[in-house]
């Protein structure tokens, strides 16, 4: 379990737009950015993959649009398109020579299982390749019914969906205290929290911020979905080199899961309803207990229908359960590449697919 910022494999970092953008200027805090920049690059030195979730294209596109608040959708969504530019260039510059990537996401890509693996497939590819994903909610296309709303909770969605095993949320506080500090003198700064109750519930406040919608109350319900990931939450205040200011131990407030995100993962994934079964040869038995994925070739047999990314039931030789997976092809699919190589699945299929049937990290044996 993680419990300092240098035990972390896996780091996801959300920036405010309160921090990110001037309040008097609307234009980019190029300072404060490169202090941050250079905390990511020391992350990445020493091996600590890093995900960003940055705020601030609305605040970023509105002054370029000369537009007043309160905005209207059809005025955010626009202030967002031209802000969004200026954004991911302003990470461009200040991650280099690092390669960055943009991922815009809506809360449907994270609750469509399709989407939702597509996604994993892209942050796993992308931090392989030493690039650094700066994710957005797509506020371009965003309507309510399908937005995160703040981007405290999209950070520990993106955590969760990644297998991050830290999640820091850079605010203009410094953690989480049993009442506002700014209205009560008495009030009592909480360093770690191991669960939350309704008494810790009950301490969020809300936002003070001008260009910021999350306040506590949301950074209490994005720990809550970062703990249940297997996921450490650290609510920090965002300086000059926040990151380093943290791992020197500037005050925070730690958020402490029980397990690890693997074992999170694969405890969600077993408790799924299987749609459908493969059944595999003695072969790929052995591989999936030494912790492979599972591939075509070692698959005698699929029942059911379902749909990619739906979870099934493992059969080993003996007809036994051996567990269940997530699969990334459908039933008529599966059925069609069973007992094949993985390079002679695009000449079935007629277009080139996974070579895995079912990745090791999306299942439970």
Partial sequence: MVTRLSD???VVIKIGSALLVDAETGRLRGDWLAGLCTDVAMLRDRGTEVILVSSG???????VLDLAAPLSLEQSQAAAAVGQIRL?????VALAPLACAQVLVTLDDSEDRRRYLNMRATFETLLALGAVPIVNENDTVATDEIRFGDNDRLAAQVAAMAGADLCILLSDVDGLYTANPSQDPEAVHLPVVDDITEDIAAMAGEAVSGLSKGGMVTKIM??????????ALVIAKGGDRPLS?????A?????????DPRTARKRWIASMKPRG????????????AEG???LPAGVTYVGGAFGRGEPVAIEGPDGNAMGQGLIRYTGDEARAIRGLRSSDIAATLGYPGRAALIHRDDMAI
């Fill in 88 to 92: 991911a260039s302003g990470y461009e």
């Fill in 245 to 249: 200011a943290i791992e020197a131990g």
């Fill in 222 to 231: 994005a720990a809550r979905t970062a703990m249940q990931a297997g996921c």
């Fill in 251 to 259: 005050r925070s407030t730690w958020f402490r899961p029980q397990d």
């Fill in 292 to 294: 492979k994925s599972l």
């Fill in 277 to 288: 079964t493969v059944a595999i040869d003695a072969g790929a038995a052995r591989a999936l």
């Fill in 57 to 63: 294209s609305i605040a970023l596109g509105r002054r």
């Fill in 8 to 10: 972390a494999r896996r």
